[in-house]
């Protein structure tokens, strides 16, 4: 329960990041960048060592560091033109797709208490994210009609909510089948592997962020430097904490209670430090989250 804690506290304060970087002038992209060399440091230092190149885990290293960095980004993205609270909802709705797979895939048990909690776990995440008229003055409709003035794309813009939906999802699954089936040692190989992914992704968004550049479509700031510290740590230890959780509950029961749990947070942190609204529905939602986790939790 301590390693579940802790890594839904990490990501909470990873999703409060992305809402600020606005208000300071941060480049997204640019930022995310720097926070995955941060978290190769971070994971360093942590383990004493850097990941091993011919480990079992690498290629699937490899592949989740570029799911890990386009997700990323969609999910800053949802943030900025969505908000917090709804970022927050659909990106966690991939326990629609990461809890069928570890009952199926791992034979885990499916009981009453824990079906039921499934349910009202769906049913949260709905409540949370069913959309309320917004007004004129909503500083998220604003925020998408200054990004599609700017010339951005209006697929674009309604891709990064999809995409942090699935994207999520599939580094859910990913991470389990690697943490069951190929991790030598689960518990002591996890921070390794986390800073491998890291590492990967870092790779591969340098690239891009080198090219947008090069060619004038990016501006170098050193406040990009800012936001990828303040996200590097927390973003690091989410995934490690994650993974030390997996080892010790049935994956069917910590991945929803870490995700309704974030969603709850989030929720709250939107409404009181960012003024974001929520309808009625949206408090149901939180609500029905909250008996899920109970439910989930007793029946582990």
């Not at 579940?4 to 208000?23: D, E, Q, Y």
């Not at 048990?109 to 499934?118: D, R, Y």
């Not at 690091?236 to 080892?247: E, G, P």
């Not at 609204?277 to 949206?282: P, Q, T, V």
């Amino acid at each position: 329960m301590f390693y579940l804690l802790l890594s839904i506290l990490c990501s909470t304060a990873l999703i409060t990041v992305f809402k600020l970087f606005p208000r300071f002038g941060i480049d997204t992209f640019g930022a995310i960048v720097i926070n995955y060399f941060v978290c190769v440091l971070a994971g360093s230092f942590y383990t004493g060592q850097l990941p091993d190149l011919g480990a079992p885990y690498m290629p699937y290293a490899l592949i989740l560091g570029v799911i890990f960095i386009s997700c990323f980004y969609a999910v800053g993205m949802t943030v900025r033109l969505f908000g917090v609270t709804i970022s927050s909802v659909l990106q966690k709705m991939s326990l629609l797709i990461s809890v069928p797979y570890a009952i199926l895939a791992f034979h885990e048990p499916a009981g009453s208490f824990k079906v039921i909690g499934l349910g009202l776990a769906f049913a949260a995440v709905l409540a949370s994210n069913w959309p309320e008229k917004l007004g004129e003055g909503d500083s998220r409709k604003q925020e998408r009609q200054q990004y599609l003035a700017q010339g951005g794309s209006l697929l674009l813009l309604w891709f990064f909510p999809i995409y942090s939906f699935g994207g999520s999802g599939l580094i859910e699954v990913l991470l389990q089948f690697v943490q069951q089936k190929v991790l030598l040692d689960p518990e002591g190989d996890s921070a390794a592997f986390s800073t491998a992914i890291f590492g990967s992704a870092g790779l591969a968004g340098a690239l891009v962020y080198l090219y947008q550049l090069l060619s004038g479509k990016a501006n170098w700031s050193w406040k990009n430097l800012g936001g990828g510290l303040a996200l590097g740590i927390p973003n690091y230890f989410s995934i490690v904490f994650l993974l030390l959780a997996l080892n010790v509950w049935d994956k069917s029961v910590v991945l929803p209670i870490n995700n309704i749990s974030i969603v709850m947070a989030t929720a709250l942190i939107g409404l009181f430090f960012f003024h974001e609204r929520l309808s009625k529905i949206n408090y149901i939602g939180v609500l029905l989250a909250i008996f899920a986790i109970l439910l989930m939790a007793y029946s582990q």
